[in-house]
């Protein structure tokens, strides 16, 4: 006999379950069941009843992923190159990184034209 929040499965493991109106679910499924209907017993040795019941079911869409998805196959790299230097040679040379901020500023520096690069140069 199983009650409420029985575990099923191995000892001490297993898949938690609850009943809803002699309905055996995962918890998830729980929340979604809804219209129960009893029917008349199936056969006389048994005793089993079939239920019916409304559970919504579908496919939850995905949403679209932020990161780019490139070609670099048809990746032209002598543009991005050349497109990555030329954007290098845009940073003052003698200026000296010693702070925390500078290296900041430095590695945003350098992001921005690796994306510059790619946006020229790697079709997506």
């Given at each position: 006999m199983l009650s409420l929040n029985d575990r099923i499965g191995k000892p001490g493991g297993g898949v938690l379950i609850v009943i809803k109106q002699n309905?055996?679910?995962?918890?998830?499924?729980?929340s979604l069941?809804?219209?129960?209907?009893?029917?008349?017993?199936?056969?006389?040795?048994?005793?089993?009843?079939?239920?019916?019941?409304?559970?919504?079911i579908g496919i939850e869409s995905k949403p679209?992923?932020?990161?780019?998805?490139?070609?670099?196959?048809t990746a032209n790299w002598s543009k991005f190159r050349n497109k990555f230097n030329e954007q290098l040679m845009l940073w003052n040379k003698h200026r000296h990184i010693t702070t925390s901020s500078d290296i900041e500023e430095y590695?945003?520096?350098i992001t921005n034209n690796i994306t510059t690069a790619i946006q020229k140069a790697i079709p997506t």
């Open positions: 309905i055996k679910a995962s918890q998830p499924l729980y069941i809804s219209n129960v209907e009893t029917h008349p017993t199936i056969g006389k040795i048994s005793g089993h009843k079939p239920l019916a019941f409304n559970m919504p679209a992923s932020p990161r780019l998805s490139l070609n670099f196959n590695t945003t520096f």
